[in-house]
């Protein structure tokens, strides 16, 4: 069995190995203007930009195409002025039958409200059944469009020549 100082003298070792670990260096290739290129070949500018990439996720076969809900009762609908996608989903919202409330992410409380539903990008519909709890969320007018009217949303678009 260690001693205490025996402990403390290898753990001091161990502490000294770990400051001098290095890694295994690794090629990393991301498209830029058209092809596939090593990051470390680009100019500081390109660099910098790779950076700050964030990446991009598809969303979830379920927020695609969601399924037609039944015993939605109201909405909450999350926008901003300098939305630009903002005043469709409203307007469409606006022309159902119901009830609902359009809550402005820009002032205060519709911030509180927001982060109170976990909303994190605007526009967000979230629908609401008779009891206040929440249904579904949508994104777009074309997914509200596939809630409400699933039927129509289905058929084939007519070709017009």
């Known amino acids: 069995m260690e001693t205490k100082e025996q402990k403390e003298a290898r753990l ?17 290739y991301s498209r830029i203007v058209g092809y596939y290129r090593s990051v470390r070949n680009w100019n500081a ?22 399924e037609p809900r039944t015993g939605i ?9 300098a939305c630009p996608n903002c005043p469709v989903v409203r307007d469409y919202l606006m022309r159902s039958e119901l009830p609902g409330i359009v809550v402005d992410v820009d ?12 909303v994190l990008s605007t526009p967000t519909a979230v ?14 007018r074309d997914i509200l469009v ?16």
């Open 12 to 28: 001091a070792e161990l502490k000294s190995r770990l400051m001098t670990v290095e890694g295994t260096p690794t090629e990393v």
């Open 45 to 66: 500018g390109k660099r910098e930009e790779f950076g700050k990439r964030v990446e991009f996720s598809f969303p979830s076969a379920s927020e695609a195409a969601p």
């Open 73 to 81: 009762a109201s909405y909450l609908v999350f926008t901003r002025e």
């Open 107 to 118: 002032t205060e409380d519709g911030l509180d409200l927001a982060r109170q539903y976990e």
């Open 127 to 140: 629908l609401l059944n008779a009891a206040g709890d929440e249904v579904t969320r949508a994104r777009s």
């Open 146 to 161: 596939q809630i409400f009217e699933p039927v129509a949303s289905n058929l084939p678009q007519a070709i017009t020549a």
